[in-house]
């Protein structure tokens, strides 16, 4: 037997199950079956398009190619080989099944449609299991789709008396006789078209070279990086408070790149999107801090938050494919567009620049296009803005973050998009961008280190329309004027301008 072990989403050595194919009992007794480590990257989700919008930016590709290279390499160390493409699944796995003799595939479980399609598409052919190794909730603790709760407080409300989770499995156990590509050809021609495979990935690395100050990291340092966060800055134990930063600020007023200390919030989600930290890992060393220095409302926060994640998952299991429709599933009224496609692409365009004349708004996106992340209110804020005052359909925005996030990931994207626009479970969420800019960059000190030109100005940087390429066209571009529910937060704004 030859088995295909696909490791897309589970680029990770700790809590990792697909890497134990060895049951001790069976290797007693039977033959082992061979074993193929594959990582197949969808062409189609990276180089697709949905509403004219690329799938992924060039760096999120960048960064998707080196952190699968990296954990190639961590593997390869372990004598552990394994097979990187980038392909059309439709195109490769057939063949490969074919050549290498494939007679079982074993996966992640998926959570949304197209991986579903993969695991259909393998299933035409041969057998295959699927572990759910990214969600908290597994084994015996996996809830019953049907009758999971719509909400997330009733979901919250069941889970939380005892907040249990499942428990990660051992660490860096791997077992199996793991198989290189050439070691499986069966013929010199197969053989060449492995050959063929591994040059083309070669050929991607080298077509796209490493992003720049980008931390690509596998497992081990994003573990490090999480123990520091818990132990040596002890930031958890002000998580709740410090989470609703834009980013991080060093004493000296300087941005502090993210991902790197003192740490507002975890910057666990590029890790756990990539399935490259165990989320049941996570889980457990918050409770072991809790257990060993204490627990307070941040360390709860932190779960607290795990547990959405958790709930989008099986929100986007439940729902599937009616969470990417305008009217979602149909429940809340969801904002009509407004003005003609040409004036709606453009005030799209205003808003992915960062140029729509509202100043955290712009920060915000700018950020996003040079990180190719944002706070988790950043996103929040600037999605209603989409919806809400720039009156479009959340799901440009919603593809636009799909393109940009490094962290990008389907359920919490998606579904965190629907939730505000009121397609989802839940009826829409609309801020007052004003309010929430006096409230969480007091001196905006976070617009101005994005926005130059607006850098001198203190203050008065909060001032809408001051200076962007959309101020002279506000009005006939149907952009918010300031808004009649912005008012109280203007005058606010200008007594402290006036009484600095
Ligand atoms: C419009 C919108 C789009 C989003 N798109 C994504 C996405 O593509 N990928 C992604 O991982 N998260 C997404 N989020 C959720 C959240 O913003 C990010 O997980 C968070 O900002 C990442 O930073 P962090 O790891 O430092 O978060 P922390 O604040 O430290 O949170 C810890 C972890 O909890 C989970 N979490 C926190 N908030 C949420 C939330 N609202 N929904 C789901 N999980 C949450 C994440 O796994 C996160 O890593 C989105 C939120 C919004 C409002």
């Known amino acids: ?71 190639r390499l961590q593997l390869a160390k372990l004598q552990l080989p394994l097979l990187c493409v980038l392909a059309d699944s439709t195109e490769l796995l057939p063949q490969l099944i074919k050549t290498l003799g494939i007679s ?12 579903r399609q993969l695991q259909q598409l393998a299933a035409h052919y041969v057998p295959v299991s699927c572990v759910d190794l ?5 084994d015996s603790l996996r809830p019953e789709l049907a009758a999971f709760p719509d909400s997330f407080s009733q979901f919250r409300k069941a889970r939380e008396p005892e907040l249990r989770v499942s428990s990660a499995c051992a660490d860096n ?18 053989a060449a078209w492995l050959l063929t495979l591994e040059a083309n990935w070669q050929q991607q690395l080298l077509l796209c070279p490493k992003p720049h100050n980008i931390h690509i990291a596998a497992g081990r340092q994003q573990q490090a990086q999480f123990l520091a966060y818990l132990y040596e800055n002890k930031a958890i134990y002000h998580y709740k408070q410090s989470r609703n930063q834009f980013c991080d600020v060093a004493a000296d007023g300087a941005m502090v790149p993210p991902g790197q200390t003192p740490g507002y919030a975890s910057f666990l989600s590029t890790a756990l999107s990539h399935g490259s930290l165990s989320v049941r890992w996570v889980w457990q060393q918050i409770c072991q801090l809790e257990q060993s220095l204490g627990a307070n409302d941040s360390t709860y926060w932190l779960k607290f938050e795990l547990l959405w994640r958790e709930y989008f998952r099986w929100h986007q299991r439940k729902f599937g494919a009616a969470l990417f429709r305008r009217q979602g599933l149909g429940r809340h009224p969801v904002p009509e567009s407004q003005g003609d496609m040409a004036l709606q692409q453009l005030k799209f365009q205003l808003w992915c620049q960062g140029q729509t004349g509202v100043p955290l708004v712009d920060a915000n996106m700018r950020f996003l296009l040079q990180t190719g992340l944002m706070s988790n209110r950043g996103r929040q804020l600037v999605a209603s803005y989409l919806i809400y005052d720039l009156a479009l359909d959340w799901r440009f925005g919603a593809a636009f973050f799909e393109q940009q996030l490094l962290d990008y990931d ?19 969420r609309y801020f007052n961008q004003l309010k929430q800019a006096l409230q969480y960059d007091p001196a905006a000190v976070f617009i101005r280190s994005q926005l130059p030109e607006l850098r001198s100005l203190g203050m008065a940087a909060h001032l809408p329309y001051v200076s962007s390429i959309a101020a002279p066209y506000a009005a006939q571009l149907g952009l918010p004027p300031a808004r009649p529910d912005w008012h109280s937060s203007l005058e606010k704004l200008q007594q402290q301008l006036q009484n600095p």
């Open 1 to 71: 037997m030859t088995r295909l072990v696909m490791l897309n989403q589970a680029l990770r050595l700790t809590d990792n199950p697909l890497l134990q194919q060895q049951d001790d009992c069976i290797a007693l007794l039977q033959q082992q079956d061979d074993c193929i480590a594959l990582v197949l990257l969808e062409k189609k989700q990276f180089f697709g398009s949905q509403f004219g919008i690329t799938r992924a930016s060039r760096l999120r590709l960048g960064h998707q190619l080196w952190l699968v290279e990296d954990f």
């Open 104 to 115: 079982a595939v074993t996966m992640a479980e998926p959570v949304a449609e197209e991986e």
């Open 134 to 138: 990214n969600s908290l909730l597994g």
């Open 173 to 190: 156990n791997i077992s199996g006789r793991w198989l290189g590509a050439t070691e499986l050809a069966k013929t010199k021609e197969s």
């Open 410 to 428: 389907v359920a919490s994207n998606w579904g965190n998009w629907a939730y505000i626009a009121g397609a989802g479970t839940a009826p829409g």
